[in-house]
Nanobody
């Protein structure tokens, strides 16, 4: 299973970006899909997650600004980011927790996509 994240870039404060993560490989059932971020010199933090029922969870620092969604048919997970702030500058990583098939079980990470928000 491989993940490929895209959609990062440079944007001014107040702007928007949409991140996309494509999932390659056999994934019959995915428990959760999530986005994390890591700023320079800081730990990697959970930004948002969505489970197989569509239930979502957001970090406090993005609530009301970011929206996570998933397209199971296309094996993609998205992160719509609005009202971006300079503090949102980080490398964003997608993560999936695969349940089935058994050979694919596990947690997988994408390569990361850089988001830079200028003031």
């Amino acid at each position: 299973v491989q993940l490929q994240a895209s959609g990062g870039g440079l944007v001014q404060a107040g702007g928007s970006l949409r991140l996309s993560c494509a999932i390659f490989g056999r994934t019959d059932s995915i428990n959760t899909m999530a986005w994390y971020r890591q700023a320079p010199g800081k730990q990697r933090d959970l930004v948002a997650g969505i489970d197989y029922t569509g239930r979502t969870d957001y970090a406090e620092f993005v609530k009301g600004r970011f929206t996570i969604s998933r397209d199971n048919a296309k094996s993609r997970v998205y992160l719509q980011m609005n009202s971006l702030e300079p503090e949102d500058t980080a490398v964003y990583y997608c993560n999936v927790d695969v349940a089935e098939p058994r050979p694919s079980r596990g947690s997988y990470w994408g390569q990361g996509t850089l988001v830079t928000v200028s003031s």
